[in-house]
Every structure is written in structure tokens, then in C-alpha cells.
């Protein structure tokens, strides 16, 4: 089952996520802290990151580029999700994908399996 990491500081938000992957059979795991990311992805070994753009006092895209900077896990799928269009500026850091909110489930699990499919 392909463990997917939840990186948003909105708990509401990432319980309502780990629900529906947990429905569509993938491990949703949320990172309880966006500032300890690096870490958890460490211990987590996730095969897919989903992160809000938008986290309090830590920068996603500066957390993005140490994911991609890593030679642990620079290969790991980041998918980004913003309410505002931020889509070049997350690509430019190295997001996989990117989506606006709000967002359909469907179109969320499409981004999901075809950037797990990629990354195989």
C-alpha cells in the first residue's frame, strides 16, 4: 500500500485527507509538524509527498528544495496545493505537481496515481 505524507498545518484538513486516501487504499500519514518534514520523511519513507504551499511560520518552497536536495529522498513524488497560483513558482522549486484549491477528490487522486506511476 503506498504511504502518502500530509504536510499541512491545518489538522481538519489533513484528518479529511488521510480519510480519503485511506478510502481510495493508500496509507495516509499525517506529518505532525510542517517545521520536522525532513525528518518524518526520513523515518516515514513515504512514496508520495502532498504538502500545502502555505504553511505557518516555515516556507514550503524552502522546505520543497531541501527535499529535492537530498540524495535520501530528492526522487520522492511532492505534490503542492495553494489557494492562490503559485503552479510556476512550485515547479520551479522541483513540485511534481500542482494543485489549486479547491480542488476535487477525483482530481487529487488522478495527480496522486499518476505521479506514483511516474515514479516508478
Same mark, same amino acid.
Given at each position: 500500500?503506498?504511504?502518502i505524507? %500530509?504536510?499541512?498545518?491545518? @489538522? $481538519? ?8 486516501? #485511506? /478510502?481510495?487504499?493508500?496509507?495516509? *500519514? ?6 520536522? +518534514?525532513?525528518?518524518?520523511?526520513? +523515518?516515514? #519513507?513515504?512514496?508520495? /509527498?502532498?504538502?500545502? +504551499?502555505?504553511?505557518?511560520?516555515? &516556507? $514550503? %518552497?524552502?522546505?520543497?528544495? !531541501? /527535499? @529535492?536536495?537530498? &540524495?535520501?529522498?530528492?526522487a +520522492?513524488? *511532492? *505534490?503542492m496545493?495553494?489557494?492562490? &497560483? *503559485? $503552479?510556476?513558482?512550485?515547479?520551479? !522549486?522541483?513540485?511534481? !505537481? ?12 488522478? $495527480? %496522486? @496515481?499518476? #505521479?506514483? /506511476?511516474? !515514479? #516508478?
Amino acid at each position: 500500500m503506498p504511504k502518502i505524507l %500530509i504536510v499541512d498545518d491545518d @489538522r $481538519a484538513t489533513s484528518t479529511l485527507l488521510r480519510t480519503l486516501f #485511506q /478510502i481510495e487504499g493508500y496509507d495516509g *500519514v499525517i506529518c505532525p509538524r510542517p517545521e520536522d +518534514v525532513l525528518h518524518t520523511i526520513s +523515518v516515514e #519513507q513515504p512514496d508520495l /509527498i502532498l504538502m500545502d +504551499v502555505h504553511l505557518a511560520d516555515i &516556507d $514550503a %518552497i524552502d522546505i520543497l528544495k !531541501a /527535499i @529535492r536536495a537530498s &540524495d535520501q529522498f530528492g526522487a +520522492v513524488p *511532492v *505534490v503542492m496545493t495553494s489557494g492562490m &497560483d *503559485v $503552479a510556476e513558482r512550485c515547479e520551479a !522549486a522541483g513540485a511534481s !505537481a500542482f494543485l489549486l484549491k479547491p480542488f476535487k477528490p477525483s482530481d487529487l487522486m488522478e $495527480a %496522486i @496515481r499518476q #505521479q506514483l /506511476i511516474a !515514479a #516508478q
